[in-house]
């Protein structure tokens, strides 16, 4: 199947996290055509009920090519012009999955062997598959993994740091408010000591950035709020010790500051001479513990048109895509 083809189909399968079963069964049919093919072994590894990572291997895989299988919500059926296929998933991650099979294709035709694919489950929540893949690796030296970059090689990449901000009260008639205790005033004071808080900068990942995701909080607007919450996301561009301890000393003991999650800012090699960027999100690489190999960043697309109702990807990006994988793997074979 083409490449525009074959992202397509993979579209039109709703996957959003957690029901990736009906995109799961149809990768896993389609690469088991393939290794029947070309003498190879094809697995489901079963995360949850009705959720499994598909893998396929050629021969011992010193290059596993990777990508989550998984979307965000809402569904959007595929369409195409001259330029672009759009849709979602279009650049996050169905048409990176259609390169990658392709790329695989031609490689198996040359007579090249020994590489991987791996699809995971559950990227875009908690990185179910990708933790599950750590604990089960099979044995590859290179990891390429793939996120919309615009086929540049990813430098870094950015962690996370997320908390939950919770602020109590005591409820009062709003008509005398010195008979109670604002829970959303202490949570204001609260946020806007976190924005002021100065946060580190990356010499190659770039500044840290805070984001004041969530608010949450009142029974009415003539009652003096007992609780607030609100949720902070920070993307770290290093270790995250002199971060956590500002914001603790900026909330103070006005609010409970609840962690949630911490994923690593990472830093990855460049490899052929292939143009390179930083991205600012997180991605599966640091949940797969380095169990896979060492780990690569590159997949066509932009990451600013992903998680909108204009996700798309350009013809060209996949088509280049495909050719670059190919490399890739045959120079990191050597």
């Not at 029901?19 to 070309?38: K, P, V």
């Not at 805070?210 to 709020?225: D, E, K, S, Y």
């Not at 003991?253 to 999100?281: D, Q």
Request: aromatic share 8%.
């Amino acid at each position: 199947m083409h490449v525009f083809d074959l992202t397509r189909a993979l579209i039109d399968i709703p996957s959003i996290t957690p029901e990736e079963e009906q995109a799961g069964l149809y990768l896993y049919d389609y690469l088991s055509r393939l290794t029947a093919t070309y003498n190879g072994v094809i697995e489901k590894h079963e995360v949850e009920p009705r959720r499994w990572n598909v893998f396929a291997h050629f021969g011992t895989p010193i290059v596993t090519l990777s990508t989550h299988m998984d979307t965000v919500p809402p569904y959007v059926p595929s369409r195409v012009d001259d330029e672009f296929i759009w849709g979602r998933g279009a650049c996050d991650t169905k048409g990176i999955i259609a390169s990658m099979i392709t790329a695989a294709e031609r490689l198996l035709e040359k007579g090249v062997r020994d590489f991987g694919l791996l699809f995971v489950v559950g990227e875009e929540r908690n990185s179910a598959g990708a933790n599950y893949a750590s604990q089960h690796p099979r044995g590859s030296n290179f990891f390429i993994n793939a996120e919309p970059t615009e086929n540049k090689l990813a430098l870094g990449s950015k962690g996370a740091l997320r908390y939950e901000l919770v602020a109590r009260g005591r409820m009062a008639h709003s008509a005398y408010p010195e008979l109670g205790d604002s829970a959303i005033n202490k949570l204001l004071d609260a946020l806007d000591a976190v924005r002021r808080v100065k946060l580190p900068v990356d010499d190659v990942l770039g500044p840290s950035t805070l984001n004041i995701g969530t608010i949450h909080g009142g029974r009415a607007p003539n009652v003096i709020p007992d609780e607030a919450r609100a949720e902070i996301f920070v993307r770290l561009v290093g270790d995250s010790t002199s971060t956590r301890k500002a914001l603790e000393d900026a909330v103070g003991n006005t609010v409970e500051l609840n962690f949630v999650l911490e994923i690593p800012a990472i830093k990855l090699t460049a490899v052929g001479g292939l143009p390179t960027t930083v991205v600012a999100y997180t991605t599966d690489i640091p949940a797969f513990l380095g169990a896979w190999g060492e780990p690569l960043l590159l997949g066509p697309g932009t990451i600013h048109v992903a998680h909108t109702l204009d996700e798309r990807v350009p013809k060209q990006q996949l088509l280049e895509a495909v050719e670059i994988y190919q490399k890739m793997v045959i120079e990191l074979q050597k």
